[in-house]
């Protein structure tokens, strides 16, 4: 695998799981972080011509132009566009009458208005890519259909905005060969999904490059889980 692949926030988590996994793999990896963290660091010491970084803000057009201005002074083309930065900002699952709706908005600046700026910004070099690829990170958390939570109002209904908005922008962009996902990457631990959780990010990582190389047609479903299968709006 050799593509140019732009990725947010590859700082912790599942960004910087998936972003050591594709370089091992022999991708070229262009990062937008709003902080760097010592992983990272050493990851672009060991891959320093294949590991670009780039400070951003996703929630922010300025930041996101700014920096897709940069990666277009380094390629002409990008293969694949990874939305995974995204925040979670009621962990502690409020009932409505306890809820604080300040955190609302900069959830939806960041889960839903973020990777549509990014995609904005990025579609004329994914234009010019060869596998022609936009995956947002989406949750089961956003599915409609299966929903039984009674909390958790904001990271859901951020997801499920995120999930219209991929179809959309599918519906829009496949005359041109590009393929969207909004991708349920499983449940695994890190800062947003906790130690609970089954997996490591390196193994939800695995699955989710396995897809990356071989994902729906352009006629196949938009709102997958990591092995591809439908999931339900
Ligand atoms: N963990 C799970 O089990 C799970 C399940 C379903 C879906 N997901 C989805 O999978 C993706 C990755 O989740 P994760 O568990 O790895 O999350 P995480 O550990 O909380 O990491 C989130 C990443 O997003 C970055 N980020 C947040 N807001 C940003 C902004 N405005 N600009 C730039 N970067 C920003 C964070 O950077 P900072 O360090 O700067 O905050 C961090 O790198 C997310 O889209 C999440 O919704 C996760």
């Given at each position: 695998?050799?593509?140019?692949i732009?990725?947010t926030?590859?700082?912790?988590?599942?960004?910087?799981?998936?972003?050591?996994k594709?370089?091992?793999?022999?991708?070229?990896?262009?990062?937008?972080?709003?902080?760097?963290s010592?992983?990272?660091?050493?990851?672009?010491?060991k891959?320093?011509?294949?590991?670009?970084?780039?400070?951003?803000?996703?929630?922010?057009?300025?930041?996101?132009?700014?920096?897709?201005h940069?990666i277009?002074?380094?390629?002409s083309?990008?293969?694949?566009?990874?939305?995974?930065?995204?925040?979670?900002?009621?962990?502690?699952?409020?009932?409505?009458?306890?809820v604080?709706?300040s955190?609302?908005?900069p959830?939806?600046?960041?889960?839903?208005?973020?990777?549509?700026?990014?995609?904005?910004?990025?579609?004329?070099?994914?234009?010019?890519?060869?596998?022609?690829?936009i995956?947002?990170?989406?949750s089961?958390?956003?599915?409609?259909?299966t929903?039984?939570?009674?909390s958790?109002?904001?990271y859901?209904?951020?997801?499920?905005?995120?999930n219209?908005?991929?179809?959309i922008?599918?519906?829009?962009v496949?005359?041109?060969?590009?393929?969207v996902?909004?991708?349920h990457?499983?449940?695994?631990?890190?800062?947003?999904?906790?130690?609970?959780?089954?997996?490591?990010?390196?193994?939800?990582?695995?699955?989710?490059?396995?897809?990356?190389?071989?994902?729906?047609?352009?006629?196949?479903?938009?709102?997958?889980d990591?092995?591809?299968?439908?999931?339900?709006?």
């Open positions: 695998m050799n593509f140019q732009l990725i926030g590859a700082n912790r988590g599942l960004g910087l799981a998936l972003a050591e594709l370089l091992a793999d022999g991708s070229f990896i262009h990062a937008i972080n709003r902080h760097e010592v992983e990272l660091l050493h990851l672009r010491e891959y320093p011509d294949n590991l670009q970084l780039y400070p951003g803000d996703i929630s922010d057009e300025n930041s996101v132009r700014q920096s897709l940069k277009a002074g380094q390629v083309a990008l293969d694949i566009v990874l939305n995974n930065a995204a925040v979670h900002l009621e962990q502690s699952l409020p009932l409505l009458e306890q604080d709706f955190v609302y908005l959830t939806y600046q960041a889960n839903v208005i973020g990777p549509l700026m990014v995609i904005k910004n990025a579609l004329p070099l994914l234009r010019k890519g060869r596998k022609k690829l995956v947002n990170f989406s089961e958390a956003g599915s409609i259909g929903c039984g939570r009674q958790e109002y904001s859901c209904m951020s997801k499920a905005a995120l219209m908005a991929s179809q922008l599918q519906n829009a496949k005359e041109e060969g590009i393929k996902l909004a991708l990457p499983g449940w695994f631990s890190s800062d947003m999904g906790g130690v609970a959780a089954p997996i490591p990010p390196s193994e939800a990582a695995e699955q989710i490059v396995k897809l990356l190389l071989n994902p729906p047609g352009l006629d196949g479903p938009v709102f997958v990591s092995q591809g299968d439908t999931l339900e709006w």
